[in-house]
């Protein structure tokens, strides 16, 4: 079955699902206390139980409710495939347009459509982005028992790394790598999710598998505390309490290298980010945007963040939107070159 028909029947089947008997049906007359007033929000989550887009869209939908008027229930629901596809042109094609309905998208999506990856369906300008709770840093980690501790090391052994699938980050990273840096890394595909890699990289499947800087720390941090994840590079800005570990930007060699390497990453910006369809009315977005920055000032949230170990230095949505614009105004021929490392 080719991708393209395997991702058409993944959508068939999420639309027949009962997922979307859970959604209300608001009309767009109502006020916003009577609109939300006993009703759920349905946050979607594109990417794998466990990881840091499920612990970040659960952390949030614990608290965004109070602060919007009517105070509804936020019910967070994976939906997965294709490194994130599936669910941002569910978000985009199907989703209710109530203001009902917002998701967390895999942030290598805005780079995906530029570069016209397979099975795209939307147009991420077109989103509304709420925001995000952070930036992210990439980084790839490698068990300790590999026995490698930099990067030049892993210029001279080949190593096997856990992702997902083309179009996501914990491909595109080591794919990166191997063509700008001139690592060995061997990346087996069909995991879904952090969670599923990480398990693979502790029964030794697999030596590696690349993560964000706050998700190691989110869902791994005994490993990091014992050292049993080496991390091996990272990008810029890089984080301060990761001092030793090189970051790409700076090994690359050529200007347009280094600009290809920036697109590729750039999803890092963006965080985890939530956001809803296109078409949802703008008084609607408007108060979503307001929930969402109220709440990440909120003592508690800020409190449930830090027993997660999620740092909180929230994006705001209407910086999402012109980061997103940025990353599709990439020259056209970077773009070309920058493909493979996005899409099959």
Do not use: C
């Not at 869209?57 to 109070?66: E, F, N, S, T, V």
């Not at 709420?130 to 068990?143: M, R």
């Not at 969402?292 to 939107?321: C, H, R, W, Y």
């Amino acid at each position: 079955m080719s991708f393209l028909n395997h991702l058409s029947r993944l959508l068939r089947l999420a639309v027949v699902s009962s997922f979307l008997t859970q959604i209300p049906s608001l009309a767009h007359g109502q006020t916003a206390a009577n609109f939300y007033t006993g009703a759920k929000i349905n946050v979607v989550i594109g990417l794998g139980s466990g990881g840091a887009y499920d612990i970040h869209a659960r952390l949030l939908a614990r608290h965004m409710g109070k602060h919007i008027e009517g105070a509804p229930v936020l019910v967070p629901q994976n939906m997965t495939g294709a490194g994130g596809l599936v669910m941002a042109n569910w978000l985009y094609n199907i989703a209710p347009k109530d203001g009902a309905t917002f998701g967390t998208l895999a942030n290598t999506m805005p780079a995906l459509q530029v570069v016209g990856g397979a099975g795209v369906q939307f147009d991420a300008r077109k989103f509304s982005w709420l925001g995000a709770i952070t930036p992210s840093i990439q980084t790839i980690g490698i068990w300790h028992e590999r026995g490698l501790k930099t990067i030049a090391e892993a210029q001279k052994e080949e190593i096997v790394v856990a992702a997902s699938s083309p179009g996501a980050i914990a491909y595109a990273f080591p794919k990166l790598l191997n063509e700008f840096i001139g690592t060995k890394f061997k990346i087996i595909t069909g995991y879904q999710g952090v969670t599923q890699m990480s398990l693979a990289m502790e029964r030794r499947e697999v030596d590696a598998h690349a993560n964000t800087w706050s998700g190691w720390k989110t869902s791994n941090r005994e490993w990091i505390e014992t050292g049993k994840v080496v991390i091996l590079a990272q990008i810029q800005p890089k984080a301060p309490d990761l001092p030793g570990v090189p970051a790409v930007e700076d090994m690359v060699k050529g200007e347009d290298e280094r600009q290809i390497v920036n697109f590729v990453v750039s999803g890092n910006r963006l965080g985890r980010p939530f956001a809803t369809p296109p078409g949802v009315h703008a008084e609607r977005v408007a108060i979503l945007r307001k929930a969402f920055a109220a709440t990440m000032e909120d003592a508690e949230f800020i409190q449930d963040a830090a027993k997660l170990n999620v740092d909180v230095a929230p994006v705001s949505g209407a910086d999402i939107q012109n980061l997103v614009e940025t990353t599709a105004s990439i020259n056209a021929a970077l773009a070309e070159r920058a493909k493979p490392f996005l899409a099959d």
